[in-house]
């Protein structure tokens, strides 16, 4: 992801998450921390085309990685562009030599969690009203050893 896609992304965004949807500062503070040698973030998009259909996030800190975002237009929804997103966001972990990766998913978004789990994510506790101002509950969720779980994934290219 670069400053460019930021438009594009905030409209995806707002269409998917209108609630709690990211503000245009964030996705710029987290592009700050995804470049050089020191970067601590990876951020992708998924073009067809020129059109964006997709964008992820992924954070890193010592040997934790955390999923910070993950979305795909909705005429994109069962393609596997969510699976190709998910595996480079967990190459990116292997390559920051995170040990293990978190994440949340809101409790009612069940085609995420299945995702989640076809790559071996496993729940291991709820954060009670995360996600607001709905006040919905999140389900945390923690993969061991990324590195284990991107074998096969191909498709849509995904660019940095």
Known sequence: MRWWDIDPVLELEKDLFPEDAWS??????????????????????ALDGERLVGYAGL??????????????????????????????????????????????????????????????????????GYYQPGNVDALVMRLNDPSTSVNGVQGTEING
């Open 24 to 45: 245009r500062g964030m996705f710029w503070s987290e592009l700050a921390h995804a470049r050089g040698s020191e970067a601590t973030r990876r951020y992708v998009v």
């Open 59 to 128: 954070a890193a800190a010592g040997d934790l990685g955390d999923v910070q975002t993950i979305a795909v237009r909705r005429d994109q929804w069962g393609t596997g562009l969510g699976a190709r997103l998910l595996a480079e966001l967990l190459r990116a972990a292997t390559a920051f030599e995170c040990a293990e990766v978190m994440l949340e998913c809101r409790v009612d978004n069940v085609r995420a969690q299945k995702l989640y789990e076809r790559f071996g994510f496993e729940p291991i506790g709820f954060r009670r």
